[in-house]
């Protein structure tokens, strides 16, 4: 039987299952989940939080994780200092990071901070420098990738939150949420929701 698991990974948890680094030991999925064989589809870091989805469907999990299928993932990222339309225009535009290109993204800023529970720690607090909340879509995900975009148009990205994953190719397709969750917790598909993601490998 195949699982899929949606789970929300707290701030300072590892995207895996074993932390074979260092000697002070760090929490990783397995103090959370206790489901055999299921691996993440795709990654978040370990100073991220948000929606992970989990599976041992190994079909699927290459279908939603490669670059290639271009499925949308959607963050919350707050910024230290507030960008203005033309500060964005490069994140929807595609813009130039060390060795490669991203794609176009969806970039808005939010008008009202999210609803979203306390960091634990919380981020780092200065006076006067006033922060901002954006709403960054990507259909790729390298590695460090929404950081390395704000720091690359000058707003240092200060607390991470993957929200979405969308269940097909573009903006109006069903999305997988954080929803009904909190830190730390999971719950397996609803039936709907499993057949909208395993109908992707009918593509």
């Given at each position: 039987?195949?699982?899929?698991?949606?789970?929300?990974?707290?701030?300072?948890?590892?995207?895996?299952?074993?932390?074979?680094?260092?000697?002070?030991?760090?929490?990783?999925?397995?103090?959370?989940?206790?489901?055999?064989?299921?691996?993440?589809?795709?990654?978040?870091?370990?100073?991220?939080?948000?929606?992970?989805?989990?599976?041992?469907?190994?079909?699927?999990?290459?279908?939603?994780?490669?670059?290639?299928?271009?499925?949308?993932?959607?963050?919350?990222?707050?910024?230290?200092?507030?960008?203005?339309?033309?500060?964005?225009?490069?994140?929807?535009?595609?813009?130039?990071?060390?060795?490669?290109?991203?794609?176009?993204?969806?970039?808005?800023?939010?008008?009202?901070?999210?609803?979203?529970?306390?960091?634990?720690?919380?981020?780092?607090?200065?006076?006067?420098?006033?922060?901002?909340?954006?709403?960054?879509?990507?259909t790729e995900g390298r590695n460090r990738q929404v950081r390395?975009m704000t720091a690359a148009i000058g707003f240092p990205?200060?607390?991470?939150?993957?929200?979405?994953?969308?269940?097909?190719?573009?903006?109006?397709?069903?999305?997988?949420?954080?929803?009904?969750?909190?830190?730390?917790?999971?719950?397996?598909?609803?039936?709907?929701?499993?057949?909208?993601?395993?109908?992707?490998?009918?593509?």
């Amino acid at each position: 039987m195949f699982h899929y698991i949606l789970f929300y990974k707290p701030y300072g948890v590892l995207c895996q299952f074993t932390d074979n680094h260092g000697d002070t030991p760090r929490k990783t999925l397995k103090d959370y989940l206790n489901i055999p064989e299921i691996y993440p589809v795709g990654r978040l870091d370990y100073d991220s939080e948000g929606l992970l989805l989990l599976t041992n469907n190994g079909r699927l999990q290459h279908r939603l994780a490669h670059r290639q299928f271009a499925h949308p993932r959607t963050y919350w990222v707050q910024v230290e200092r507030i960008p203005d339309e033309a500060d964005l225009q490069p994140l929807r535009r595609g813009i130039s990071i060390q060795d490669y290109q991203t794609r176009p993204a969806i970039a808005k800023k939010l008008e009202t901070d999210p609803e979203l529970p306390p960091r634990d720690p919380p981020i780092r607090y200065r006076k006067n420098i006033p922060t901002c909340w954006l709403e960054i879509t990507l259909t790729e995900g390298r590695n460090r990738q929404v950081r390395r975009m704000t720091a690359a148009i000058g707003f240092p990205t200060l607390r991470l939150v993957r929200t979405a994953i969308a269940t097909g190719k573009d903006k109006h397709s069903p999305n997988l949420s954080l929803r009904g969750l909190a830190p730390g917790q999971w719950r397996e598909l609803q039936p709907l929701e499993r057949q909208q993601i395993e109908n992707l490998l009918k593509n």
